[in-house]
């Protein structure tokens, strides 16, 4: 008899087990908006609490934990994951840890170099997406003077920090990484004045963030540093990382359209 009531506390603990699985995953695809929207503030509250409290466990947590918390959120929602943004997803996590685990410059020097790479990649994404013999003459002129004022400023700031910089190699880096946003901020704003579409709209905004948490880095490591600058620099990158999955999201939810009126024409021509 005891051995029967501890089968049947066993097959209780699994089902249980298994319909609070079920409750949830379903819960989470009913709701996934609010529920990955939410994770978003709830890690914007963790740098927040973090910095203001001057907790740094919190602060390193909250930076390590952001993209995989996301991307849990979203392999509850897709049956497969983009393999473009799971490369972009992989270098952006390892930069990630480069920047909570520095130690010294070489450790710095380390997150610049990944950082750069993983906006080559988002630029080697969306350059075939730049359609440039298709661009209308004015918008032409109008990105080729914002790419030629920009790449003038990183000139100058290039001469600023020559002089507060003494390693050549770590300025090279920081010239490299500024000149790979620059490239992508020119090509994701040509994309989006091209297609007007809200992908390209996300995609910018993640750019971006990207850029401006970029500037709060070099301000707060090379000229002033301010807790609140750390603060908003992982803020800001934080929605840019959040941009990027609904972006990829868009572009899913656009294929998965796509193919239903592909599948329904089709289904015309047949009849």
Avoid at 194 to 201: C, D, F, K, P
Avoid at 252 to 259: L, Q
């Amino acid at each position: 008899m005891y051995g029967f009531d501890v089968e049947i506390a066993f097959i209780f603990y699994i089902w249980n087990d298994l319909l609070m699985f079920y409750i949830m995953k379903n819960y989470l695809k009913n709701n996934f908006n609010k529920v990955f929207f939410s994770t978003l503030l709830l890690i914007l509250s963790a740098h927040f609490i973090g910095f203001y409290t001057e907790t740094q466990i919190l602060i390193q947590l909250s930076k390590l934990m952001l993209i995989p918390l996301m991307l849990l959120v979203l392999s509850v929602h897709l049956k497969s994951i983009a393999f473009p943004l799971l490369v972009f997803l992989i270098f952006s996590f390892m930069g990630d840890m480069s920047s909570v685990f520095q130690s010294n410059p070489d450790s710095l020097r380390s997150e610049s170099v990944i950082y750069f790479l993983s906006y080559i990649y988002l630029a080697s994404v969306v350059i075939p997406k730049f359609k440039i013999f298709e661009i209308d003459k004015l918008i032409g002129i109008y990105l080729l003077l914002v790419f030629i004022i920009n790449v003038y400023f990183l000139f100058i700031l290039y001469g600023v920090l020559k002089a507060v910089i003494p390693d050549s190699t770590e300025l090279l880096v920081f010239g490299l990484k500024s000149l790979s946003i620059i490239v992508l901020i020119f090509v994701s704003f040509g994309v989006y004045l091209n297609t007007q579409s809200e992908s390209a709209l996300l995609f910018l905004l993640a750019v971006m963030c990207f850029a401006f948490s970029t500037v709060l880095e070099y301000v707060s490591v090379y000229y002033l540093y301010h807790w609140s600058f750390e603060m908003f620099n992982n803020m800001i990158y934080t929605l840019g990382i959040y941009f990027i999955f609904k972006y990829s999201l868009e572009i899913h939810k656009t294929k998965v359209t796509v193919h239903k009126e592909h599948a329904f024409t089709s289904d015309n021509i047949l009849a």
